[in-house]
């Protein structure tokens, strides 16, 4: 019987290095493979990582401090990780990423033991670099690649993309009896297919999420040019999947002030937030705000040192 775990984490952030640095684990996502069977036992847990998720890996998974405020730390709950993967061949996508994460974490708890030790690490990019020679291999594409359905994945979750992994591995490896990186050639003459009735699971979105989603995209929007404006007519800014974002696209004066360029920008994403959204989503993104920068201040006053 071959034992095999799909694994995803979702984080903090990372240093400018990819590594690490001071970001810790938020979630982890894992779904078990038994001779080549997806056999619905998965292990997804969610960890306070006791800092600040920052702006640019919320956008990516959606994970606020105020969700994982009352979640418990990893220490607490790391015998179930290490139970689920020990002794399997695990598979993760850029493996370099989640176990030098992992490993900072069982270093943080004292264990003297490293991910490589407690498994057979198997790095599905290096994996799908070789059988997809000229392809980009990010999961995106790769589903692309090899049909995987990946209609749920409106943003990146540890379980969900556990989840899609798994598939994708067990298409690029379809037909295949070993996985010998050492033979020149692989075959892959069997396209797999998800057994019917299996779904993937959804990624619930909350209205926080919502609200604070449509106010990213406005601001990516404002800088968007999408319709050059004729003679004498401004140009048009906004998202290239919805023209519910279609606004004028503000340019800086030559004599106007950088402030002055600032506020109309700002004036008018105010405009457009009161447009998309209802009374009670801005009520649930102001909230979001207040919590978030209530939450970066703490943060900052802990790092800091700034009060005792």
Known sequence: MKRQVALDTETTGKSDDGTPGEHRIIEVGCVEIIDRKITG??????????????DEAFKVHGISDEFLADKPNFEDVAHELIDFIRGSELLIHN??????????????????????????V???????MKLCPGHQVNLDNLCNIYEVDRSSRTLHGALLDAQILAEVYLAMTGGQASLN??????????KWIRPEGVKLPVMPL??????????????????????KGEEGQPSIAGSDWSDDFDMELLVKGEDEKKSDFK???SDQK??????????QQREVLQEFKNKDN??????????LGRKK
């Open 41 to 54: 036992r998965n292990l997804q847990l969610y960890v306070n990582p006791g800092r600040h998720v920052d």
């Open 294 to 303: 209530a939450a970066q201040e703490a943060w900052l006053d802990r790092v």
């Open 181 to 190: 990186f050492s033979e020149e050639k692989v075959i892959t003459n069997e």
């Open 263 to 265: 506020k109309r920008l």
């Open 270 to 279: 105010k405009q457009m937030i009161e447009k998309i959204l209802t009374p």
């Open 122 to 128: 198997i790095d599905t990019v290096s994996l799908a």
């Open 206 to 227: 909350s209205e926080e999420c919502h609200t604070v989603h449509m106010e990213k995209m406005l601001s990516l929007a404002q800088t968007h040019m999408i319709r």
């Open 95 to 120: 493996a370099k990423f989640d176990v030098g994460f992992m490993d900072k974490e069982w270093m943080l708890m004292g264990l003297n033991e490293k991910t490589s030790e407690m498994a057979n």
